[in-house]
Nanobody, 123 residues
Framework: QVQLVESGGGLVQAGGSLRLSCAAS????????MAWFRQAPGKEREFVAG???????TLYADSVKGRFTISRDNTRNTFLQMNSLTAEDTAVYFC?????????????????WGQGTQVTVTS
């Protein structure tokens, strides 16, 4: 069992930055590929960024490429650095984990989820 807790969300003006953190507890963190998803009101949850077990491989949604960076440390933390934020980035952001090395974008492939953290970008 894996428990994920996100933090770092908040209110920011357009053009600003936020850094989200996801703390994992439970089984061996190094066995899991990690990802960030987001869900805006009235929309489906969508993939934002993912990183493999060792943090050397990454994958990004086209909408965030060049603005967001996913990373993980050697302990139990995964981060999402978000720059040049726009109102379209407003959503609840979720951290997710899956066993395996492939970077995948479907919510169905992730077994564990955090409770989410709200990001609101004002224009």
């Amino acid at each position: 069992q894996v428990q994920l807790v996100e933090s770092g969300g908040g209110l920011v003006q357009a053009g600003g930055s936020l850094r989200l953190s996801c703390a994992a507890s439970g089984r061996t963190f190094g066995n899991y590929a990690m990802a960030w998803f987001r869900q805006a009101p009235g929309k489906e949850r969508e993939f934002v960024a993912g990183t493999g077990r060792f943090g050397t491989s990454t994958l990004y949604a086209d909408s965030v490429k060049g603005r967001f960076t996913i990373s993980r440390d050697n302990t139990r933390n995964t981060f999402l650095q978000m720059n040049s934020l726009t109102a379209e980035d407003t959503a609840v952001y979720f951290c997710a984990a899956r066993v395996g090395t492939n970077l995948v974008t479907s919510t169905r492939d992730y077994a564990w989820w955090g409770q989410g953290t709200q990001v609101t970008v004002t224009s």
